[in-house]
């Protein structure tokens, strides 16, 4: 089992940014693949960025140019830096960790999740 906690999120007005960071413990020698997904009210869970060990990176079209996601591999850390932020962020951000990043969704392991919230 890998546990997942999450640290970050809360209230930013549009225009400010926030950093999310997911630590990962447990068993995590086979986890290459870590990100983010969110889920705003009434709509399904997407995929917000995620990064292999090697560095390898995938964003969603929506973030590109104001998320940024790094990863600390000695200390099995994520994290999501959000710039930009605009209302239509608000969600609960979840964090991921798989064995790569074409599994997270189904096999992945989840977070508890964080609320961002994105006022205009």
């Known amino acids: 089992q890998v546990q997942l906690v999450e640290f970050g999120g809360g209230l930013v007005q549009a225009g400010g940014s926030l950093r999310l960071s997911c630590a990962a413990s447990g068993s995590i020698f086979a986890i290459n693949a870590m990100g983010w997904y969110r889920q705003a009210p009434g709509k399904k869970r997407e995929l917000v960025a995620a990064i292999t060990s090697g560095g390898t990176t995938d964003y969603a079209d929506s973030v590109k140019g104001r998320f940024t996601i790094s990863r600390d591999n000695a200390k099995n850390t994520v994290y999501l830096q959000m710039n930009s932020l605009k209302p239509e962020d608000t969600a609960v951000y979840y964090c991921?960790?798989?064995?790569?990043?074409?599994?997270?969704?189904?096999?992945?392991?989840w977070g508890q999740g964080t609320q961002v919230t994105v006022s205009s």
């Open positions: 991921n960790a798989a064995t790569t990043i074409a599994t997270m969704r189904s096999f992945g392991y």
